[in-house]
């Protein structure tokens, strides 16, 4: 395997790791172990645990954003379609850490370090932050532009519901955790959609 492999690799089990067992569960030597290498070959790749989890952020963080970005500015979608679009994302991501018919596994990297913000550096909480307040913007963008379009419901205001939508965003893993699955969430997204849309 290549160094960029080799370094790809160690982010990817890093991932998995940081997703299902949080900051404190994702160590070198499980690292080592899933690939069949020595602690002192991750050490060289990326010096110590801060420097591979804040690089893992940031892939993850700007792969999340381009993706709900795509969904949230798609000029042929509607506000409907675009909620849909977000749940299908969700969806998506949900499933691959909880097998078909099963739930209850965490499954969001930023929701998982936020628990552990207190074991971060300085500069991985900061990238925590970055990404809430750009969410919070993806989607202001698009419900101004639904706005503008006509397809808010009178009462419905553009810069609460980007609120809300990214609360829901931003919990939506606690929500399938702590509210009986994916079903739950998908729930709450249409039930903002039915508010918030132009009947």
């Given at each position: 395997?290549?160094?960029?492999?080799?370094?790809?690799?160690?982010?990817?089990?890093?991932?998995?790791?940081?997703?299902?067992?949080?900051?404190?569960?994702?160590?070198?030597?499980?690292?080592?172990?899933?690939?069949?290498?020595?602690?002192?070959?991750?050490?060289?790749?990326?010096?110590?645990?801060?420097?591979?989890?804040?690089?893992?952020?940031?892939?993850?963080?700007?792969?999340?954003?381009?993706?709900?970005?795509?969904?949230?500015?798609?000029?042929?979608?509607?506000?409907?379609?675009?909620?849909?679009?977000?749940?299908?994302?969700?969806?998506?991501?949900?499933?691959?850490?909880?097998?078909?018919?099963?739930?209850?596994?965490?499954?969001?990297?930023?929701?998982?370090?936020?628990?552990?913000?207190?074991?971060?550096?300085?500069?991985?909480?900061?990238?925590?932050?970055?990404?809430?307040?750009?969410?919070?913007?993806?989607?202001?963008?698009?419900?101004?532009?639904?706005?503008?379009?006509?397809?808010?419901?009178?009462?419905?205001?553009?810069?609460?519901?980007?609120?809300?939508?990214?609360?829901?965003?931003?919990?939506?893993?606690?929500?399938?955790?702590?509210?009986?699955?994916?079903?739950?969430l998908e729930t709450i997204y249409r039930g903002l959609k039915r508010m918030i849309e132009?009947?």
């Amino acid at each position: 395997m290549s160094e960029t492999d080799t370094r790809q690799a160690i982010k990817d089990i890093a991932l998995d790791l940081l997703v299902r067992n949080g900051y404190r569960g994702a160590s070198f030597g499980d690292i080592a172990e899933e690939l069949g290498i020595t602690r002192a070959n991750i050490h060289y790749h990326f010096g110590g645990k801060q420097a591979l989890v804040e690089e893992v952020l940031d892939d993850y963080a700007r792969v999340t954003l381009v993706a709900l970005r795509q969904v949230w500015s798609a000029e042929n979608s509607s506000l409907g379609d675009k909620i849909e679009a977000m749940i299908g994302v969700s969806r998506k991501r949900f499933q691959h850490f909880n097998a078909a018919g099963e739930s209850g596994q965490p499954w969001s990297l930023i929701s998982r370090l936020r628990q552990d913000a207190d074991l971060l550096s300085a500069k991985g909480r900061q990238m925590l932050d970055h990404f809430g307040s750009e969410l919070l913007a993806i989607f202001a963008a698009a419900l101004s532009t639904a706005a503008e379009r006509g397809e808010l419901a009178p009462n419905a205001q553009p810069g609460d519901a980007a609120l809300i939508l990214a609360a829901i965003a931003d919990n939506a893993a606690p929500i399938t955790l702590t509210e009986g699955g994916f079903e739950r969430l998908e729930t709450i997204y249409r039930g903002l959609k039915r508010m918030i849309e132009k009947s």
